[in-house]
């Protein structure tokens, strides 16, 4: 409760910038499992779209752990939403994205780039100080702490760490989606790709309270990917990816028309938004207050490098929810067409992992084979020279040899099983 404690008066800041650079850097951090200072050197150049599942999610950089000498590039790692806000890293990041852009223009590197400063060590310092303010607050006081020791940024990681951990997730996925280094360490481990796709989003997913979500447009809103780019993030969509402006863009629509987060978004971003919303007219067939976008749970799953995002569809064939019974949305995407053609893919590769290690055994089967066969080839070997050269010479030596021939190789036989 006291992150989310936290998360809120971040939120009821006056000032728009120090209130959506705090809100939007602390979630940020969490959902990395990352140091403030780390976050702070978030760079704009580092954030991608997610071509494997570009509706659903963003990848991005971050830098590896504090005293981790790495030589490898840190891992691509990815972003994607949270049924509870106060846990969305997509609200944090649309929401701030949109307004700097807006003020300042894109920033020529850090993503937090608060007051346009170049300085991730001044950002850093800026967070922290309105983190020590908000739980310095009188309103903190008696507000239960879920961890222990000095409260602070790295508190904020350390929750992180806990709660990844009691959600299921095992040390090694925790300190791989923070970056953190290993302690045993083979060579293969130099020269390996450090991007460990599944079990970076299984720790993803864990820290999305409340499970992780896809923003959905509602089917008869009359909104459009295009309406989306032009009138909710007109800003992101110049400096970024399309598919980037839509993940975030959905994200923070669904901010503006929610009663309980709309005060978060400046006022010139919300009138801008809800007057091209009324203007859309008889096109938008929703009930009057009703949020266009609704959010849609997701299951991950997957193996390593292979992540299948699934949506959870619920029991209903449509009516305004924005899904169709053939599963296409309002913009034609046959969505469990592609969720099915996802499965098909993983399905087909675990079956290759699966021949791989079959053929696999057999060539160690045969060898273990081949070993035992000299192994009794020697034992008999030997003992037939030996006894040869004790035997009598003649028929009566060579009638000899042959039970004790048998009875060794018998003798072999049990002392190999």
């Not at 951090?29 to 071509?51: C, E, L, P, T, Y």
């Not at 991730?120 to 800026?126: F, G, L, T």
């Not at 992780?212 to 809103?221: E, G, L, M, T």
Request: glycine share 6%; aromatic share 10%.
């Amino acid at each position: 409760e006291e992150f989310k404690a936290v998360i809120r008066a971040l939120e009821e800041i006056d000032q728009d910038e120090l209130r959506l650079f705090t809100s939007g850097i602390f979630r940020y951090q969490f959902s990395m499992v990352g140091r403030i200072d780390n976050s702070a050197h978030f760079q704009v150049a580092n954030f991608w779209k997610n071509r494997q599942h570009p509706e659903f999610s963003i990848l991005n950089r971050l830098c590896w752990s504090k005293n981790l000498h790495e030589e490898r590039d840190a891992p691509t790692q990815i972003l994607i939403g949270a049924m509870d806000s106060n846990f969305c890293v997509l609200l944090g990041l649309a929401s701030w994205l949109e307004f700097s852009i807006a003020k300042y223009g894109i920033s020529e590197e850090w993503f937090w780039n608060y007051h346009n400063l170049d300085d991730p060590d001044s950002i850093k310092n800026r967070a922290d100080t309105q983190l020590k303010k908000v739980l310095n607050s009188p309103a903190f006081t008696g507000v239960e702490s879920v961890y222990e020791g000095k409260k602070g940024t790295h508190s904020t990681r350390k929750f992180a760490t806990t709660f990844a951990r009691r959600s299921g997730c095992s040390k090694e996925f925790v300190d791989i989606r923070g970056r953190w280094k290993r302690k045993e360490r083979g060579t293969q481990d130099s020269y390996a790709d450090c991007t460990l796709p599944y079990p970076d989003i299984k720790v993803c997913a864990a820290l999305c309270r409340g499970g992780p979500i896809h923003y959905a447009v509602k089917a008869n809103s009359g909104i459009s990917d295009d309406w989306i780019l032009q009138y909710v993030v007109p800003n992101i969509a110049h400096e970024f990816d399309r598919a980037i402006a839509l993940v975030l863009g959905r994200a923070l629509l669904w901010r503006i028309f929610d009663p309980d987060e709309s005060n978060v978004v400046p006022d010139f971003t919300r009138l801008r938004v809800t007057n091209a919303y009324r203007d859309l007219g008889e096109r938008c067939q929703l009930d009057d207050g009703e949020n266009p976008v609704q959010k849609l749970p997701l299951m991950v799953t997957g193996d390593d490098a292979e992540v299948i995002i699934d949506l959870i569809f619920d029991d209903y064939d449509d009516d305004g929810n924005g899904r169709n019974a053939d599963g296409a949305d309002m913009d034609g995407r046959r969505v469990r067409r592609r969720v099915q053609d996802e499965q098909v893919r993983y399905m087909n590769s675990q079956m290759l992992s699966l021949r791989r290690d079959n053929a696999d055994l057999r060539t160690e089967f045969h060898r273990h084979n081949e070993r035992q066969e000299r192994t009794l080839g020697t034992i008999v070997g030997s003992d037939i020279s030996s006894k040869t050269v004790s035997d009598n010479i003649g028929t009566v030596g060579k009638t000899a040899r042959e039970p004790h021939k048998m009875s060794y190789v018998i003798a072999a036989k049990r002392a190999m099983e």
